[in-house]
Nanobody, 124 residues
């Protein structure tokens, strides 16, 4: 059974930091493109960061220089380090895994497994 479980969300003031974790089971994370998405109330889910299995990460323009995606294959865990947080970063954050045959991943349809999300709230 495949599971992706996010944690690490919370409420912080603008300028603060959070580190999100996504613990996976039932998939070979080291062979998959992994990603973080977020969805704010009334808005569409958007890609935040992607980490291909064999390539460098990519980021949305809105988070470049502030967020860092990484993973620990031995721990089957994906991370999102978020610094210099802004109120507009407030959203539910989701991790996702793409099929092993997909070398790169960016769009919603590129992913086949999703977590349930963790809430991030940034106050001004």
């Amino acid at each position: 059974q495949v599971q992706l479980v996010e944690s690490g969300g919370g409420s912080v003031q603008a300028g603060g930091s959070l580190r999100l974790s996504c613990t996976t089971s039932g998939i070979d994370m080291d062979r998959r493109c992994m990603g973080w998405f977020r969805q704010a109330p009334g808005k569409e889910r958007e890609g935040v960061a992607q980490l291909p299995a064999y390539d460098t990460p990519t980021y949305a323009d809105s988070v470049k220089g502030r967020f860092t995606i990484s993973k620990d294959n031995a721990e089957n865990t994906l991370y999102l380090q978020m610094n210099s947080l802004k109120p507009e970063d407030t959203a539910m954050y989701y991790c996702a895994a793409a099929p092993p045959w997909r070398a790169r991943c960016r769009n919603l349809v590129d992913f086949d497994y999703w977590g349930q999300g963790t809430q991030v709230t940034i106050s001004s």
